[in-house]
């Protein structure tokens, strides 16, 4: 009875801890929570003080029973999941089932550690502590709060919109983020204003462009092109002297090193990894990964925390490599201490290598592709965290002319010089956009002195307008819901993934566009739970979770507010809410059929016009989004390439069985798949004529990929059948043709139909079987790749297919 049970959350994870405490320790893996609310109802009791019927979870009972036996083995149990609330109620639900029930053995310890290192695991083992139970009543409250609001109000959107959909607290306030911001976009009204440069020759190149800052000591505002003239005109002529060059020294100071948002953020800009695909890396990161003869070693830091803190042994280590390698001028007299948010979780660290010496050079043969990426970007971003600030000389030329009219006018240009590069020696942070630094950078001066004339030698007028706010991309949306305190870094790659998973909003060109089905729940949400999907609100929920786990707020008593306000807009939304299925809303449309107005209506696959002379007129058609100047929803600011949201690389366009669709470059190590989304395609002419009215055929695009129709639909009905070159087996006369049944399945059929029934629903191939004598095979795809099969269900005969590489389209 001399060994001791220690029990994490994944092998991985076991296995690197496994290795600094020894033989004398058994480390075993619970693979993350054990017990969770019952997914077949509410399994909260809200007369009873909202007490939660925890389950032991499907599949983890033997687990569970595995553990059980182990415990009787040993004097002492450490239960040593990630230090955070999920981590404490997973040691929570394991010393329920694994605390003996009349014996004093085995006793019960929880360990925590914010890295996994030799040191700090022998730490944490030589103070062990009990579990923290406002930590798990925090993490209890947060689970109960969000069992309420989806079972609560999930149903509704299934009565009133169609089933399956769900609202989740903090994802529906995500949602109303992005869909706000779509109406901010088609609702703009862009304003059309001018700049006029001018650019001069000084006695020293190069060529000097400055840009019309002030004119009769006012800033002026150039709204129409007239205005830009006028001023051109005044300025015929004019003489153009030096009125003033200051320089001034600026001082650029380096970032604090990454909390779990500033990851999150910083890993999509630069690599373009989705927040979900980052949290996965870096938990790998932190588990453990083998490292030649050093073998399994946690590389960072805990990724899940708020707190920029460092500790002293890695600041001492830091500062020696800085020294070291870069020399004596990056080193700060004394180490850089950032500031950490008022509500952050101190006694975590910033995430950080576990040892800076583990550069991303020596780790290059031992991790893979994306997991040295994100190494090298934490790695990089805590070594210059601690370097000195970059300094630049920041130059401002103005330049003064006089115009017919005798006012005064004041060019100005600006330019930056790097003297020296400080930290940004190792890294320099990403921005959602360009700033008037990076172009002062780029922005060369010529040496010129005051008073000095300048030679004209032209005047530059251009056109702008004004642009509407950015839709928000993975990182903006982050940023967003981390300054107004919505949700926990920890939470947002389930937020983001959920609300795309759920089709309430689409990625297009790496930016979020929310769906018709996305905009409707939310007005529906909101129409009944404004409250309680209030931004403000949500972020308040988030504080008083805060206060249950500092033990200042009793989590019964916060869950109590809360239901009584939910409660009274539950009740409001059951009598009011709209039926989205039964609403229409009447349009200026009319039925080029039958001649009487067209309403909206809400069908299976959201908004279409319909007749109201239903059921005589059975008329519909789609209905189309009209945006600012006629642009598409998906046109704008949106990026040409698409990136895979897995890995960050470029998505290429390949042909398949469906038709086209995105796949990442990086195949087979990233097998990430895409449909194409998007805006109505419009139909592609062809010269091939109607065999029934004479009329172009033209190529469309359904929602089934593309077919070959007539251009006079819907007068003719005409649709060229997709043949694929075989005879047909069973009258010899037809051909086979790709077929589409009612639920989009793809089978295979005789154009002779009705004379000729024969079908099939794997694609023929003209190969008469060699055991049977059946005229044909059918084409079949199995895991280990394509096969050509016998048809008849008897005979058991199949040979493999050649794989035809599909080539990438440019």
């Not at 020696?425 to 172009?439: A, F, I, M, R, T």
Request: aromatic share 8%; with cysteine.
């Amino acid at each position: 009875m001399t060994k001791s049970l220690v029990i994490v959350e994944s092998p991985a994870k076991a296995k690197t801890i496994g290795k600094y405490l020894g033989k004398q320790f058994i480390v075993k893996a619970s693979l993350g929570h054990v017990k969770d609310l019952p997914k077949k109802d509410l399994a909260v009791d809200v007369e009873r003080d909202f007490t939660p019927k925890y389950e032991i979870i499907e599949g983890k009972k033997k687990l569970i029973a595995e553990l059980k036996q182990a415990a009787k083995t040993v004097d002492s149990v450490y239960l040593a999941a990630d230090p955070d609330r999920e981590g404490e109620a997973i040691c929570w639900h394991l010393k329920e089932e694994l605390e003996p029930k009349k014996s004093a053995k085995p006793a019960i310890f929880r360990v925590m550690f914010n890295e996994i290192t030799a040191n700090a695991v022998k730490r944490a083992f030589d103070k062990p502590m009990a579990v923290n139970v406002n930590l798990v009543e925090a993490q209890q409250a947060r689970r109960v709060l969000d069992r309420l609001v989806g079972y609560k109000i999930s149903p509704l959107l299934w009565d009133k919109v169609r089933r399956g959909l769900s609202a989740g607290r903090v994802q529906t306030v995500a949602l109303r983020l992005v869909v706000e911001r779509e109406r901010e976009i088609r609702a703009f009204q862009k304003q059309e204003y001018w700049t006029i440069d001018v650019s001069l020759n000084a006695k020293k190149p190069p060529l000097l462009t400055a840009r019309l800052n002030k004119r009769a000591n006012e800033t002026p505002e150039i709204a129409t092109e007239a205005a830009a003239q006028s001023i051109l005109d005044d300025l015929d002529d004019a003489s153009y002297a030096v009125r003033s060059v200051s320089t001034r020294e600026k001082r650029r100071n380096p970032v604090p090193p990454f909390i779990t948002s500033t990851l999150q953020q910083e890993s999509s800009r630069k690599l373009r990894f989705s927040v979900k695909r980052t949290m996965m890396l870096a938990q790998g990161l932190y588990e453990g990964k083998e490292i030649g003869k050093e073998g399994s070693t946690g590389l960072i830091t805990y990724m899940r925390t708020d707190s920029t803190r460092v500790s002293e042994d890695a600041l001492a280590e830091v500062r020696g490599f800085i020294t070291e390698r870069y020399g004596q001028p990056y080193l700060p007299g004394s180490a850089n201490v950032y500031k950490t948010k008022k509500d952050a979780q101190d006694a975590h660290e910033a995430i950080r290598p576990t040892s800076v010496l583990h550069t991303p050079e020596s780790l290059e043969k031992y991790l893979a592709e994306d997991e040295l990426k994100l190494y090298r970007l934490i790695w990089m971003r805590f070594v210059a965290s601690q370097m000195m600030p970059a300094l630049l000389d920041q130059t401002t030329i103005d330049v003064e002319a006089a115009g017919k009219s005798q006012v005064p006018y004041v060019f100005r240009a600006t330019g930056s010089v790097l003297k020296f590069d400080g930290f940004l020696k190792v890294y320099e942070e990403g921005k959602d956009q360009k700033d008037e630094e990076d172009e002062d950078l780029k922005h060369k001066l010529p040496a010129v002195t005051q008073g000095e004339v300048l030679r004209f030698k032209e005047l530059h007028p251009e056109q702008h307008f004004t642009e509407p706010p950015p839709r928000y991309n993975e990182a903006t949306l982050v940023k967003k819901l981390e300054s107004d305190g919505v949700g926990r870094p920890s939470t947002y790659a389930s937020i983001l993934s959920t609300i795309q998973e759920r089709e309430y909003v689409k990625k297009e060109g790496g930016k979020f566009l929310p769906t018709e089905l996305g905009m409707v729940v939310t007005d529906l949400l909101l129409e009944s739970f404004n409250d309680l999907f209030d931004v403000k609100y949500t972020a308040r929920m988030e504080e008083e979770l805060d206060e249950i786990e500092e033990g200042k707020l009793e989590w019964r008593v916060a869950m109590a507010d809360f239901y009584g306000r939910f409660q009274k807009d539950l009740e409001h939304a059951e009598r009011h809410m709209t039926d989205i299925k039964r609403m229409e809303e009447p349009t200026d449309k009319i039925c080029e059929k039958c001649g009487k107005p067209m309403v909206i209506k809400w069908g299976k696959h959201g908004r279409f016009l319909a007749c109201t002379g239903y059921p005589e007129c059975t008329n519909t058609r789609e209905v189309t989004v009209d945006l600012p100047d006629g642009e598409n929803a998906n046109l704008g600011e949106q990026d040409e390439t698409e990136y895979c949201e897995n890995c960050g690389r470029p998505m290429v366009l390949k042909k398949g069985r469906f038709g086209q669709f995105y796949a990442c470059s990086g195949y087979p190590d990233c097998k990430t798949t895409k449909q194409i989304g998007g805006e109505q395609r419009k139909d592609v002419p062809l010269e091939e004529k109607c065999p029934q009215c004479g009329s172009n055929l033209v190529k469309k695009f359904g929602r089934f990929g593309e077919f070959v129709a007539c251009s006079n639909y819907p007068s003719c009905k005409y649709v060229k059948q997709k043949t694929i070159g075989v005879p047909c087996p069973n009258c010899s006369q037809g051909e086979i043709v790709e077929r589409r049944s009612k639920r989009g399945k793809t089978f295979y059929g005789c154009n002779r139909y009705p004379d000729c029934d024969f079908v099939a629903w794997g694609k023929p191939i003209p190969e008469k079987c060699p055991e049977c004598g059946s005229s044909y095979l059918i084409e079949k795809y199995l895991k280990a790749g394509p096969v050509a099969q016998c048809p008849n269900t008897e005979c058991k005969y199949k040979h493999p297919l050649e794989v035809v590489q599909e080539s990438s389209v440019a």
